[in-house]
């Protein structure tokens, strides 16, 4: 059964950082590329950042560019998102994401609350 | 950036009824393969989105074929007859031809009467 399992969210002052993990089981992880999904309180899905297996290709969102850094430990089955000078408009439940057939499987997110 | 329109924002059906959601797409989604990645996402109320359909009309692994899929280059719909109440939540359109950015439509919530 393929899991996702994110970790690392909570309160955060504007200007700090913060760095989610996910850890992948179930299949192959260095295999399939990965993302990190975002949803603010309220509102639709917004793709935030994309890795190829290999770490050979990453994009960002225009909105997230320059302050977020996405990176993967395939020995460690495991994907991150380094969060500097956050925002409050970056407070939401972040996702990661399996790049398949679509994206095919999600975690069941983490919370970022970025508020003084 | 490709903008996905999702419509309608909402609707209400009977149960064992049918809905049509509809997606365009503000640019082609033809690939340079020749495959068009749009794929559909249902958002049960708590839960974390789930595929439904990929490039168009593929049902995901364990999706009943009470739902549908059909469409191509910028109009798609999504159809689900027979309407069961596990059915409720927020159905997304999203594309993965051009990116980045991956994008998603802004969503349709489904409601049972």
């Known amino acids: 059964e393929v899991q996702l399992v994110e970790s690392g969210g909570g309160l955060v002052q504007p200007g700090r950082s913060l760095k989610l993990s996910c850890v992948a089981s179930g299949f192959t992880f260095s295999n399939y590329g990965m993302n990190w999904i975002r949803q603010a309180p309220g509102k639709g899905l917004e793709w935030v950042a994309y890795?190829?297996?290999?770490?050979?290709?990453?994009y960002y969102a225009e909105t997230v560019k320059g302050r977020f850094t996405i990176s993967r430990d395939n020995a460690k089955n495991t994907l991150y998102l380094q969060m500097t000078s956050l925002r409050s408009e970056d407070t939401a439940l972040y996702y990661c994401?399996?790049?398949?057939?679509?994206?095919?499987?999600w975690g069941q997110g983490v919370m970022v609350t970025v508020s003084s | 950036d490709v903008v996905m329109t999702q419509t309608p924002v909402s609707l209400s059906v009977s149960l064992g009824g049918q809905v049509s959601i509809s997606c365009r797409s503000s640019?082609?989604?033809?690939?340079?393969?020749?495959?068009?990645?749009l794929s559909w996402y249902l958002q049960k109320p708590g839960q974390s989105p789930q595929l439904l359909i990929y490039k168009v009309s593929n049902r995901f692994s364990g999706i009943s074929d009470r739902f549908s899929g059909s469409g191509s280059g910028t109009d798609f719909t999504l159809k689900i007859s027979r309407v069961e109440p596990d059915d409720l939540g927020v159905y997304y359109c999203g594309q993965g031809t051009q990116y980045p950015p991956f994008t998603f439509g802004s969503g349709t919530k489904l409601e049972i009467k």
């Open positions: 994401a399996r790049s398949g057939r679509g994206f095919d499987y």
């Open positions: 890795i190829s297996s290999g770490s050979s290709y990453i």
């Open positions: 640019q082609s989604l033809v690939h340079n393969n020749g495959n068009t990645y």
